[in-house]
């Protein structure tokens, strides 16, 4: 679980704002652990399941003095909260207040990167292109000299590349004309630097950009000092407030214009949520050893989130309940049965699961998965066309899951259709996604694994019921100029029916048949291992690849023997392997988007890496995706 740290003190508005922005965030992020910070009668009364209060006696307030709240509010509740990130308590702090303080503080607690003078504050501005600059600094630094913009500008780099996955971002220094002998001093011999380190091959220097550039996404970075960057951030978000205040007035004149803005509403509301600076809020203080981010001290509720979700983002959700290994060996013990954990992890290499509780079904865990995801991709769920839910468990004969999910989510009007391919169900619903998105049926695309296999499993076979778990995750597809799903290929045999299904079925209001799984274990993995291997190498072929190619291969986590076989036949090492079915057991369709949340979050999977999915369930069906993200 990821641990955030927030000064709820901080900012013109303090607990009135971060409180309630901090609660919606966690709701809508189930696998996020907050601290939150503050005075003690400020913080009296909130509760969460997912959120610690630590209590702090002090406060820094907007226009204290670096000197005041460095060294004497020692206990002031920005400090403690950035010093749970040099605790190791939290993997980053938010905060709203004090820029300068919060700067100082950070850089006495936290340290500074090694090469790194000053910490520097990179935020987004949305730009012509569809995406958005980033700048820096902020506001941090309001002098610097060339040398610290040239750090900057490295710093940018980095992040962006992480970011984005361009491994060679264009870096533009702002100035007030693109001719090198523009400027002051500072500026001229910023780009004397820049220049040289573009020559040495360190940075991808553009050149001078003039500040138009910011919003024509003419460089990837702008590099600046914190006052003009703050300046040229504010007049933008005051520009946009200024427009949208302007089309309600324009719209607001007579009967005429009211019923022309009933009409213009789709896109007068697109075009509000892409002017909506508080989408936005949340700056990263970049070249400290920890993660610390600033939010507006103006930010209201739904801006501080923003600032929270930029900390942390995710696509997937896992049931709270969880068994180890020793859980499930004292069950099966009470029913007679012998098992113990190292024959679990010797045959399996799980040793925890999840599952859902009484009352909870696919479609909650789809839920859960699927507002994640969509805020990890900036989107609401009114902007998804297309709802795709690979399911073996749902939540009823029909509807489909994906309907229902539909009208959880609040989205109407686009299909929404289940898949059904067991363990195989995700692959076989990316392929459909990437078919219907090519043919123009849709433009974004919501695809969704979820599954509570603990249902079905039988509790007196300990051969089975130690291998299946419940959760979900959610991936969004949008339409590119740039394929992002480079190649797919799906099977299947219907005359491996028999070695692994749940064997039952309803008929006239009684359930007929065994509604408990029922599997052929040597056969599944003999079967498993020699298709999985086809495919891997069926999608490379198509897509013009070779297995070197590979940054990481994210097979479906059934068992870590059939895993390992499969990387060894790719000659694949087993370092590029994503692994978690330690710790979620086999989730069927919803396992391969649970481990690629997984290790997107973790760090290992990035923007621009070229990943390989690759999957064999019931039925018999089996398929492989080759993606880049």
Known sequence: MITIAVDCMGGDHGPRVTLPACTHFLDRHPDVGLILVGLPESMAGFAHARAKVVLASEVVTMDDPLEVALRRKKDSSMRVAIAQVKDGAAQAAVSAGNTGALMAISRYLLKTLDGIDRPAIAGQIPNAKG?????????????????????????????????????????????????????????????????????????????????????????????????????ALKASEGLAKMIVDFLKKEFSHNIFTK???????????????????????????????????????????????????????TGSYLPPRRLTNAD???????????????????????????FADTGVYSSDLALNASRQALQAAGLDAKDIDLIIVATSTPDMVFPSTACILQGKLGNKGGPALDVQAVCGGFIYALTLADSLIQTGTAKKALVVGAEIFSRLLDFKDRTTCVLFGDGAGAVVLEASTEPGILATDIHADGQYTDILCVPGNVSGGQVMGEPLLRMDGQAVFKLAVGVLDEAARAVLTKAGKEAADVDWLIPHQANIRIMQSTARKLKLPLDKVVVTVDQHGNTSAASIPLALDTAVRAGQVKPGQTLLLEAVGGGFTWGAVLLKL
């Open 328 to 354: 499930m060996v004292a069950d099966l013990a009470a029913q007679g049965l012998e098992s113990s954990d190292e024959w679990i992890v010797e045959r399996t290499g799980i040793r925890a699961r999840h």
């Open 259 to 313: 019923f022309a803005a009933i009409t213009a509403y789709p896109v007068i509301s697109a075009l509000k949520k892409r002017m909506d600076h508080r989408r936005y809020n949340g700056g990263a203080l970049l070249g400290l050893r920890g993660l610390v981010f600033k939010s507006h001290g103006s930010a209201d509720e739904t801006a501080f989130g923003f600032a929270l979700g930029r900390a942390y983002g």
């Open 131 to 231: 995406g958005a600059t980033t700048v820096l600094d902020m506001g941090a630094n309001v002098d610097c000299s060339a040398a610290h913009l040239l750090q900057f500008a490295v710093m940018g780099s980095a992040l962006v590349s992480v970011l984005s996955g361009e491994e060679n971002p264009s870096v533009g220094l702002l100035n007030i004309g693109e001719e090198a002998i523009k400027g002051n001093e500072v500026i001229k011999k910023a780009g004397e630097l820049l220049r040289s380190a573009a020559k040495s091959g360190d940075l991808n220097f553009y050149g001078n950009v003039e500040g138009n550039d910011i919003f024509k996404g003419t460089a990837d970075i702008v590099v600046c000092d914190g006052f003009v960057g703050n300046v």
